[in-house]
C-alpha cells in the first residue's frame, strides 16, 4: 500500500492503474479506524481493481465550537488497518493540500441539509462535507465510492450531489456495524467514559423498541418516537433530536408508508453521537 500525499501523486497513480483497465473504489474517512470504516474497505477491495482510502480531517465540517483538535487521529495505526485489508493507496493530504491559499468555493445541497444534523450542527457542516467529497471526486475519480448509512444524511446530501452535478460516480451505502451491545461503532467513542459508554448503548435500544413497535403494525410517528424517547428518559440521556423522516427527501412524516429515517442525536459523557434506523415502507 502506498501513501501518498499530495494530488498530483495520487492522480498519476490512478490513471496508471485506469490505463491498464482497473476499476477504481474510494473509501472517504477522517480515520480512527473502527471496524465500521473496514466493512467499507472490504466491500471496496471485493468490487474495485484499485482501492483508494482517503484520510482527511476535514477543517471545514467542524463548527467552532465543535471537536476538530480533538478528533482521535492515529494515521500510523490506520495505515496498518488499511493495508491489512488490502488498499492500495491511502491518500492522506495535509489541509493545505485540500484547502490552498485562495481556495473560494463552497457546494452547497438545499432542503436536505437543513435539518436533522444541518439543523443541529449548522449547515457549514454539510457544505464542508459537499465541498471536500466533490474535490475527493475530482482528484481520485472512482467507479464507485462507499460511505457508512450511520451518517444517514450524508449518504443522501453526497447522492444528491452526484445528481445535481452529474458525476460520474456510483454511491454505495454500508450498514452500520456495531459494538456487541449495540452502539454504532464511531471514532468518537473513544471520548466516552466507561459509565457514559454503558449509557451510550441506550441510543440503540431505543430505536430497537421503535423499530419493534413498528414492525407489530404501528404506522403512526407520534407512537414510534415515544417509544425513542422513553428509553433515553430511562438511560438519562437528553435528546438532540429524534425524527421521524422521509427516507429519500427527508421530509417530515407522521405516518411510515414509504421507507422511513428513525434518527437520533445526542450528548452522552464528552461525545456527541448519532444513530438511525431505516422502518421499511409497506409501499
Ligand atoms: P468518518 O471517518 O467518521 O468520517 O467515517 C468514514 C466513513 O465510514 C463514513 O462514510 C461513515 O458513514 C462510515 N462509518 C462510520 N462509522 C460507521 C459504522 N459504525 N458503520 C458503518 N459505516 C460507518
Redesign the pocket.
Known amino acids: 500500500m502506498r501513501i501518498i500525499r499530495t494530488i498530483a501523486e495520487v492522480r498519476d497513480a490512478v490513471r496508471a492503474a485506469r490505463d491498464t483497465g482497473a476499476s477504481v473504489g474510494l473509501?472517504?474517512?477522517?480515520?480512527?479506524?473502527?471496524?465500521?470504516?473496514l466493512?467499507?474497505i472490504r466491500r471496496a477491495r471485493a468490487a474495485s481493481d484499485l482501492v483508494v482510502v482517503s484520510l482527511f480531517v476535514n477543517p471545514t465540517q467542524f463548527g467552532a465550537n465543535e471537536d476538530l483538535g480533538a478528533y482521535p487521529r492515529d494515521e500510523a495505526g490506520d495505515a496498518a488497518l488499511a493495508e491489512a485489508e488490502g488498499a492500495d493507496i491511502l491518500f492522506a493530504p495535509a489541509v493545505e493540500e485540500i484547502y490552498p491559499d485562495g481556495f473560494a468555493t463552497t457546494i452547497h445541497v438545499a432542503g436536505l441539509t437543513e435539518v436533522l444534523d444541518g439543523a443541529s450542527r449548522g449547515t457549514h457542516h454539510f457544505d464542508g462535507v459537499a465541498t471536500v467529497v466533490t474535490k475527493l471526486f475530482g482528484i481520485v475519480r472512482p467507479d464507485v465510492a462507499?460511505?457508512?448509512?450511520?451518517?444517514a444524511q450524508?449518504?443522501l446530501v453526497v447522492r444528491r450531489v452526484v445528481r445535481d452535478l452529474d458525476l460520474d460516480v456510483r454511491i454505495e451505502a454500508?450498514?452500520?456495524?456495531?459494538e456487541a451491545d449495540g452502539l454504532?461503532?464511531?471514532?468518537r467513542n473513544v471520548y466516552l467514559d466507561p459509565a457514559a459508554r454503558q449509557q451510550a448503548a441506550a441510543l440503540n435500544r431505543a430505536l430497537d423498541a421503535a423499530s419493534a413497535l413498528h414492525q407489530h403494525g404501528e404506522r403512526q410517528s407520534e407512537p414510534i418516537l415515544d417509544a425513542v424517547r422513553r428509553v433515553l428518559a430511562e438511560a438519562g440521556i437528553a435528546p438532540e433530536y429524534i425524527e421521524l423522516r422521509d427516507a429519500d427527501d427527508l421530509h417530515e412524516i407522521t405516518r411510515v408508508e414509504n421507507d422511513a429515517l428513525l434518527a437520533v442525536a445526542a450528548r452522552v459523557g464528552a461525545a456527541r453521537l448519532i444513530d438511525n434506523h431505516i422502518l421499511r415502507g409497506d409501499a
Open positions: 473509501v472517504p474517512t477522517m480515520g480512527a479506524f473502527h471496524e465500521g470504516h466493512s467499507l462507499y460511505f457508512g448509512q450511520k451518517d450524508q449518504v454500508c450498514p452500520i456495524v456495531r454504532a461503532m464511531s471514532s
